[in-house]
């Protein structure tokens, strides 16, 4: 547990930049949403060049005008490309606007696998214990795919449009087996409404119950928390 919210930016930052700098970081998996924010603020501040590395995305709406604002493309050119300096080239994002969204998810199931997956995976936590969108009930093997959002995820993500009609309830998500394929998991929860779905991640039974669960199965994974997300923990 770190001291403030924004200690767990910088801390996460300072992973990722660790990596680059030992020449570890061909590839970074991004989480949008506001739990790693802060994180690309640091990054971005840190001057440091990224010439080289690529960038994936977790997951896309299905279902959003084609350049919406807060599709998650958009999301991470603004909060990610732009300010790193990124050759749009390096830039993934699952394609949520495909006609054929299976073949999406198998084509970036392969644009992952033809990279050898990703060296640093940033993550948030949703209220109803998803990484990714993988909501609870997703299987530890799955893979990217699209997935209906939880009545709750919806709601959450309202704030990030004009109109409740407007909110996405499907999304093209890597799955929970493609989250589990990152050599390295940095898992950042900030707020007391996180504090239950990281109780039920990281000290509740292993289930997909809570998909979030799966993290404690993975390699190399470090939890991030403020006093806040903490404050249900034993
Ligand atoms: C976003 C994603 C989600 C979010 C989670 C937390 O790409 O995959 O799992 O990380 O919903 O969202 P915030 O950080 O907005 O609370």
Redesign the pocket.
Known sequence: MLATAEEVGRRAARVVLEELEAGRLAALG????????RVYEELAAAGARWEGVEVF???EYVGLPPGHPES?AA?VDRQVRAPLGLDPRRVHVPDGGAADLDAAGAAYERALAERGGVDVQL??????G?????EPGSSFTSRTRVVELADR?VA??A??FDRPEDVPRR?L??GVATIGTARRHVL????A??AGAVRAALEGEVSTDCPASALRTFDDVLVLLDPAAASLLD
């Open positions: 991004v989480a949008t949403g506001s739990s790693p924010a995305a977790l997951d998650y999301v993550l948030g936590i949703g209220a109803t998803h990484i990714g969108f993988n995820t959450d993500n704030r990030f999304a998500t890597q950042l929860a900030q707020g409404a996180k």
